[in-house]
């Protein structure tokens, strides 16, 4: 409480009402305090009969009638200009009458006091007047009193009477001195006013920009914080149906023993993460690009999974052609095992002469039974390979169908897909081969094992890079929340600096 009462009180007096209201109090009480003076100094002659009684009422009277007009006009207004106007005219009167009944003494002093009242109100001209006043009625006073004989029979009323005027010379100089002092003070002070309110001006046009700035960009990253959210979501699903695909060649890709390799360049891979820019501006252009890359790559992805799909599809026609070949093998291998039974049984006829005839057929009979089982090795083998077709097929069907829902697929293993279509179709006419070359079946099935190897470890490439691009986004993402906030407390004090200076 008492510290807001100094606080409120601490520039009161800059205000000019509060500086009269002030001054007027002063100068009310020590003109009465002068008047008083006059009245005991008259009522002390007149108790020592040195003055007339009339003289003596008759100032008394007067002088309660100005303190009593002083006393209303400070009453009615506190901070007129007049009251020291109606005030310095009346105890000059007061001043005279009295003077014109004392000696010279008490008007020197009367004088001087009179004077300095004039002081506090710091005004050039009115002091110049008031003194200018006051010394033509001390030069009245001293005149009546030396046509009296009172004055100018004492040296020492003569030094006084200089005295008094050097020391009204002294005062008003120093009044002059003190308003020069007073004004330059008061005319640096409000300079200084005037330059800390530019000074704030301009920083109020300043945080006005900067908060219509962050305003913006605070609407800005809420759009890339959006953006960026959706597409760490998107790469999060199209991660894991790559890796569901992944997942699905893995288990084709077993029977080669090759699948480890392709791990363990996966987990180096994914420990060779780059670090997000520190720079804001830099991480959005690289998000950006990131984002164009990754339109690139997924529309990359779409064709080739297609490929793959076309080329799995052939795979599966040549598997059945080489099934139907099998089977016309074993149907030609069990009309030659029927032949050979009648060979041996017309050579059972024959007796002795067909013997030989017999043994023939019995080896005839041998190849035809090697040759169904080895066909049907064939058909197993290729019955296996049109199963493990179809589950790649089904497998890059669901990976075609997730990307397609998600709009945005990954296109950076476009060059290995073709490569992979190459190799397919040099699959291809290996199969047709096995019409002719029975041996040419194994190596037209380890070309396909390779092929599959090669399409595990261009899946296990993107799954890395879908990955790091969902890294990517969410640092992004941890990033961008991190300069909203940043940009919301500029704003915020912005905000403030602005309440402040309303």
Sequence with gaps: MNMNIKENNKYRYTDTAERNIRMNRFYIIASSLLAIVFLFY????LVNHNIAPIVTYANTILIAVFCVVNAVTHLRNKATRLLKVFATIEIGIEYLLVGLQTDASFIHYALIAIFILQIPYYEKKSLKKTALGLFVLYLIVMIVQAAKGIYGQDVNAVCSTLLVFLIGIIILETGKITILFNNDAIGSSREEHNHVKEVLDNVLDVSQTVHQETTKTTDL???LVQTTESVANSMQE???ATNMTATSIEE???MTGTIQNAIEQTGHISEQMVQIAEDSNESIRKNMAAMEDLKQQSAMIKDTNHSVTDAMEKLQEKTKEVEEIAGSIMAISGQTNLLALNASIESARAGEAGRGFAV???QIRQLAEQTKSFTEE??????ELNANANMVVNTISGSIEATE???EKILAASETFEQLNKNMEALASQVEEVNHHILGLSESNNKIMENISQLSAVTEEVTANAEQVHTMSQNNLDYAEQVKTAVEHIRSTTDEMGTQEG
């Excluded at 064939?378 to 019955?383: Q, V």
């Design 360 to 362: 023939v057929a019995q």
């Design 405 to 407: 829902q998600q709009g």
């Design 238 to 240: 199209i991660s894991s």
């Design 221 to 223: 990253m809420n759009q």
């Design 378 to 383: 064939i058909t197993k083998i290729t019955n």
């Design 42 to 45: 008259l009522w002390l002659k």
């Design 252 to 254: 084709q890709s077993q």
